[in-house]
């Protein structure tokens, strides 16, 4: 994990002074010959005038087959591995000065009207922006834009558009508040006002002790009432936050902070990357010659850092059930399903408040937080989704149900809570059942092979799933079936917590036996290795990514059935030396004491990183120049600021919810011995 952000970060910086990324020839001359993806007329200027108005509009460039320029543009847009589609462009378009121009050409009936021919994107707009006014502006402007923009590029390029107006901002029509919005902000107060008297009692409970304030705030009170009284005391919040790990276990497993902090990072590097591909920008070409470079196989194949947190989760569940000893060959069956129905709903009730949070927040702030000619692109349909499509995100199926979901992030929560739900079962009945295990392990192992492998060939997709260029451009997953079939599903992941099971078994043998494995040179090298399987597994989609091949492959199907699996392997050796101190400098890097308090916020910054992108993406008013130096500056200031607001919303809503469920559902139990509850720990969610 540690080498994967290295590198990462090293290509990065190496290739700073390299300008534009070249792939055998590349003129820069004639491609910029070609309309721009994106023009954008002056935002604020045109909206600073009386009953002013601004469309974003969707074009489609019309075939030409005496032009050379639409040949040049046909044939850039076939390749769709690496390049946009530049027949497809968006133009931001100021109405008055739209008519202004106009004014001067008389005959505008020449320009026909013909209907847009991507029938998908227009049905997503009509879903999407779908505000009281948004048809009749459609109404009453699409004809106007429509004869400007043709005389635009009819003038420019002898070319010919139909155009769709994805939305207008008008001057005069700010969005009022309903219901919800109302909702959100009296649960705000709430929040806020529970914090605040919360800290002031426990501040004044402080006061009337002998100890010093410090050690009260780290020890637990007497009483459930207190410890709801006192549940959304920031003081008490913050020490939960910084504790030191408190017993053996979740020392061996410190290196998971790192891991988490990592992972998070990582996460956000490629999502940074994805979603400044939607952005006005100035030249697509920096992303569709960085495709062809071979280094792009280890960002590419960033889609698996994600298996990691699998791995973890399934480890830190077989770890947690089997030191509790929940479950006993003598344990009736009633008490089994009481068992299994017990640790869900701790999980679920802990992940749930935060996800409505952001659910929420989706769909009543964020729209209003800022504005520019692309910001409705960015925010809309979190804001509609969020409204109508929120039980998705409640009942953890985004995974299966990604179009027209909220916050697509949150494909990886249902994926893993589905996951957590089966190996649960399959815990529970083999601790019943001994006998059994190996029975079960094996089915599961060879489900994780050939799930993905008959997929791959019976689908015909792809051999592993990568971001091309249009694939997010429009803010959702189009013309992508690898994706849909084989990224999000929780069948297609079954061999992330079957690893972390096998790695937690291995663990507590090595546990129990009391041996000593680090700095004996035969685990130090299997650590190198390790190292050098990571580049390996990395590296070897480039064929994939960089060539199209016949479809269905045996061969694609072999390599789909291997591949991710043999990534797992590669994190569970990991996972597992690391348990045994394993691992030198990478080690010591993970178990550094800065990591603790960011990884017990990870679950938040997870759920947060994608508005912390919109917001800091979204309010560009003209095409922005993309560079290396651009974007890694962009990552770290999404990383800094999510990890700024993961604290606050751990803080006021997490950290208090979580001890106010602790004290409703274990009432019996102290603080100090329902932390060590399977489940219960902020740290083990699902980041």
């Not at 009386?50 to 850039?76: K, M």
């Not at 378009?93 to 209907?115: A, I, R, Y």
């Not at 607001?645 to 469920?661: D, K, N, R």
Request: aromatic letters at 16%; charged letters at 20%; proline letters at 3%.
């Amino acid at each position: 994990m540690v080498l994967w952000l290295g590198i990462c970060v090293l290509l990065t910086m190496l290739s700073l002074g390299q300008g534009n990324f070249t792939s055998g020839p590349f003129n820069l001359t004639l491609y910029r010959q070609m309309p721009a993806l994106h023009y954008l007329d002056d935002y604020d200027l045109c909206l600073d005038r009386p009953f002013g108005r601004y469309c974003l509009v969707y074009v489609e460039i019309l075939p030409n087959a005496s032009s050379a320029l639409w040949h040049q543009i046909d044939e850039v847009s076939r390749d769709s591995k690496h390049r946009f589609r530049h027949d497809r462009v968006f133009r931001g378009v100021c109405l008055e000065t739209c008519q202004q121009t106009l004014n001067g050409f008389s005959d505008s009936s020449e320009f026909g009207e013909e209907d847009i021919l991507d029938k998908e994107l227009r049905s997503y707009y009509a879903r999407v922006h779908r505000r009281t006014a948004d048809a009749e502006e459609r109404l009453l402007h699409e004809e106007l834009v429509n004869n400007c923009l043709n005389l635009e590029f009819s003038e420019k390029f002898s070319l010919s558009v139909r155009s769709l107006i994805e939305y207008c901002v008008p001057a005069d029509k700010p969005l009022e508040l309903d219901g919800l919005d109302l909702t959100f902000y009296g649960l705000l107060v709430c929040i806020l006002l529970l914090t605040l008297c919360s800290s002031v009692h426990d501040y004044r409970l402080s006061k009337k002790k002998a100890e010093s304030t410090e050690n009260f705030f780290r020890e637990a009170l007497n009483g459930r009432r207190q410890q709801l009284l006192t549940s959304f005391s920031v003081f008490r919040n913050y020490y939960r936050l910084t504790q030191p790990h408190d017993s053996d276990f979740s020392r061996d497993i410190s290196f998971f902070d790192g891991f988490r902090v990592i992972g998070v990072f990582v996460v956000i590097l490629g999502h940074t990357l994805m979603v400044f591909m939607t952005v006005p920008i100035e030249n697509p070409e920096y992303y569709e010659q960085f495709l062809f470079r071979f280094e792009t196989s280890i960002f590419q194949n960033g889609s698996l850092v994600i298996q990691i947190f699998f791995v973890m989760s399934g480890f830190l569940l077989y770890v947690k059930f089997t030191e509790r000893q929940m479950i006993q060959p003598t344990t009736g069956t009633i008490d089994c399903i009481t068992v299994y129905f017990r640790v869900f709903f701790n999980r679920y009730f802990r992940l749930l408040p935060s996800l409505v949070a952001l659910i929420l927040f989706n769909g009543t702030l964020l729209v209003r937080i800022q504005n520019g000619p692309f910001w409705r692109h960015m925010t809309e349909g979190e804001r509609v989704f969020c409204r109508t499509n929120w039980w998705k995100n409640v009942f953890f199926v985004t995974n299966h149900m990604l179009e027209d979901s909220c916050s697509h992030q949150t494909w990886y929560l249902g994926a893993d809570m589905q996951l957590f739900e089966l190996f649960l079962i399959v815990i529970v009945i083999t601790k019943k059942h001994p006998k059994l295990t190996k029975a079960f392990y094996i089915i599961l192992l060879t489900l994780a092979l050939a799930v993905p492998a008959i997929l791959t060939y019976v689908l015909e997709l792809d051999a592993i799933y990568h971001l091309r260029p249009e694939t997010y451009r429009y803010l959702y997953f189009r013309h992508s079936d690898t994706f849909y079939q084989m990224y999000p599903p929780f069948y297609t992941n079954l061999g992330g917590y079957l690893a972390g099971f096998l790695c937690g078994h291995l663990y507590l043998e090595q546990r129990s036996n009391k041996a000593v494995l680090r700095g004996l040179l035969k685990y130090e090298l299997a650590m190198w290795l390790l190292v050098m399987a990571t580049l390996g597994v990395l590296f070897s989609g480039y064929i994939f990514i960089r060539h199209d091949f016949g479809k269905p492959s045996l061969w694609l199907a072999l390599y789909a059935g291997l591949h991710k699996n043999l990534w797992l392997l590669i994190c569970a050796g990991f996972v597992f030396l690391m348990c045994c101190k394993v691992g030198g400098v990478a080690y010591d890097f993970c178990t550094l004491p800065v990591f603790r308090p960011l990884a017990r916020i990870s679950f938040q910054s997870f759920l947060w990183h994608i508005v912390i992108l919109r917001i800091v993406a979204g309010y560009f008013r003209q095409p922005v120049y993309i560079s290396s130096f651009y974007l890694l500056c962009n990552v770290l200031s999404v990383f800094m600021l999510t990890q700024f607001v993961a604290a606050v919303v751990a803080l006021l809503l997490e950290y208090p919810l979580g001890e106010v469920l602790r004290c409703l559902m274990e009432p019996g139990k102290g603080q100090e011995e329902s932390q060590s509850e399977i489940q219960m720990r902020r740290a083990q969610s699902a980041v």
